[in-house]
């Protein structure tokens, strides 16, 4: 079983809808949970940081940690064109990152 | 904002040269990582350092790699020999320490081995 599985896409969404977007994990060690932003030949931008369990709201993105089900989630609420990206989730229970293979994220205008 | 840079942001060798990517971490970080990612994959540990000591390593950071900050600045990353499976984006990546989950990365340096 892969350490971190997240399901590359593509995901096409019309202006204004809500983006979701999710990855589940094996190891039950990881308490860090990350969101990360990339766009063609650039580097991960990091968006949201959430530790343990719980939710955690930053504007138009909240993110969701379950770890009794070894699953974290993304919602970007009214998705705009540039949100047009690929979303990679990453997790830790110390300091290198494992990161998920990235959901491609296409908003229609 | 601060950021992270990374030069030279494409890098061309022949299989079997050595080359250097170079990285300026934010300013007053710490912590420093370097991670790759093969085209088409997942972007990969390769190795920490802190406090100008590796303090964690992938079985992918293999003796052909190293790791320097020879200066207060910058942040290296050597490939002795390189090999054609070595080409892929190269990414620096730094945290103040205070979170060191939270890591900020460069754009990047694209490694092409021919």
């Known amino acids: 079983q892969k350490e971190v599985e997240q399901d590359p896409g593509p995901l096409s969404v019309p202006e204004g809808a809500i983006v979701s977007l999710n990855c589940t994990y094996s190891n039950s060690a990881f308490q860090y949970f990350m969101w990360y932003r990339q766009y063609s030949r650039k580097g991960p931008e990091l968006l949201m940081y959430?530790?343990?369990?719980g939710n955690k709201e930053d504007g138009r993105f909240t993110a969701q940690v379950d770890k009794s089900s070894k699953y974290i989630s993304l919602f970007i609420r009214d998705s705009q064109p540039s949100d047009s990206a690929t979303y990679l989730c990453?997790?830790?229970?110390?300091?290198?990152?494992?990161f998920g293979a990235g959901t491609t994220v296409t908003v229609r205008a | 904002e601060p950021e992270v840079t990374q030069t030279p942001s494409h890098q061309v060798t022949q299989m079997g040269q050595e080359v250097i990517l170079r990285c300026v971490p934010i300013?007053?970080?710490?912590?420093f990582y370097w991670y790759r990612q093969i085209l088409g994959q997942k972007v990969e540990f390769l190795v920490s350092?802190?406090?100008?000591?590796?303090?964690?390593k992938s079985e992918i950071f293999d003796d052909q790699f190293s790791v320097e900050r020879p200066d207060g600045s910058n942040f290296t990353l050597k490939i002795r020999s390189t090999k054609l499976e070595d080409s892929a984006m190269y990414f620096c990546a730094s945290n103040g320490g205070r979170n060191r989950h939270e890591q900020y990365f460069g754009p990047g340096t694209r490694l092409t081995v021919t």
């Open positions: 300013s007053n970080h710490l912590y």
């Open positions: 350092f802190y406090n100008n000591e590796i303090s964690e």
């Open positions: 990453a997790m830790s229970d110390d300091y290198k990152l494992s």
């Open positions: 959430t530790y343990s369990s």
